[in-house]
């Protein structure tokens, strides 16, 4: 069971209201003290995790702006715009999934890297949801070094952009269960350099198509494509 069914469960049953990061965190915190916890989580986080071969050096980032300085309405999930972002790995660290996923709407954007430039990944980011920059208001990203070009996708989308902390993957929690539904079709192992586009956009389809439960029974596509019909609308 993934901590957002367990706040599912616990709200059901119990009564009892409870954030799904705050279990995230309960769950590192037990982690750290020496507690098995993190192992019963869909993707259970290494504390030192490479990308793409040697040069994942966290903390390096120039002019990256800390999750502590992100606007409190972001935690709310009360608007559409606030995104998080991250890459999956792939075969021998020589191909990766670069993924997006809305916050209020589990809206998922699925980019497939063909190189592991921090420009390119910038161009990938903005060429692939430029089309969607009027619902971009903020991407909170992990601190691999495949990021280091964030003030291009800032630019690009008109975003501002911020960082988690560095092994906390539980500040963007909904990312990271996402990525671990991607891995359901995608396993560990797999070369993304064979995978075509048609399969990413496939992907994308089964995720977006699927109605979910803590958003009401809804499919992301129906809460994020009828947030742009309101936009058009306005």
């Given amino acids: 069971m993934s901590p957002e069914q367990i706040t599912?469960?616990?709200k059901k049953n119990n009564?009892?209201?409870?954030?799904?990061?705050?279990i995230y965190q309960l769950i590192y915190a037990d982690k750290k003290a020496g507690g098995a916890l993190y192992k019963q989580l869909r993707v259970a986080s290494k504390k030192y995790r490479r990308r793409y071969g040697s040069y994942d050096k966290r903390g390096k980032i120039k002019n990256r702006v800390s999750i502590d300085d992100r606007p409190a309405v972001v935690d709310k999930k009360t608007r559409v715009g606030d995104w998080e972002g991250d890459t999956i790995i792939g075969k021998g660290r020589q191909s990766a999934l670069l993924t997006l996923v809305e916050r209020k709407t589990?809206?998922?954007m699925i980019f497939r890297l063909t190189g592991?430039?921090?420009s390119l990944l910038a161009e990938v980011a903005i060429e692939g949801m430029v089309h969607l920059v009027d619902q971009i208001l903020t991407i909170t990203l992990d601190n691999g070094l495949e990021f280091a070009a964030h003030e291009l996708i800032a630019e690009g989308l008109k975003a501002?952009?911020?960082?988690a902390h560095p092994y906390s993957s539980w500040e963007r929690g909904i990312n990271e269960n996402i990525n671990g539904l991607i891995r359901q079709y995608f396993p560990k192992g797999t070369d993304f350099n064979q995978v075509t586009d048609k399969q990413i956009e496939h992907v994308m389809d089964r995720l977006n198509n699927r109605p979910r439960k803590t958003r009401g029974g809804k499919s992301p596509n129906e809460l994020f494509m009828g947030q742009q019909v309101d936009l058009l609308a306005a």
């Fill in 8 to 10: 599912i469960y616990l």
């Fill in 15 to 22: 009564g009892v209201s409870l954030h799904h990061e705050t």
């Fill in 106 to 108: 589990l809206y998922t």
């Fill in 116 to 118: 592991k430039q921090a």
């Fill in 160 to 163: 501002d952009i911020y960082f």
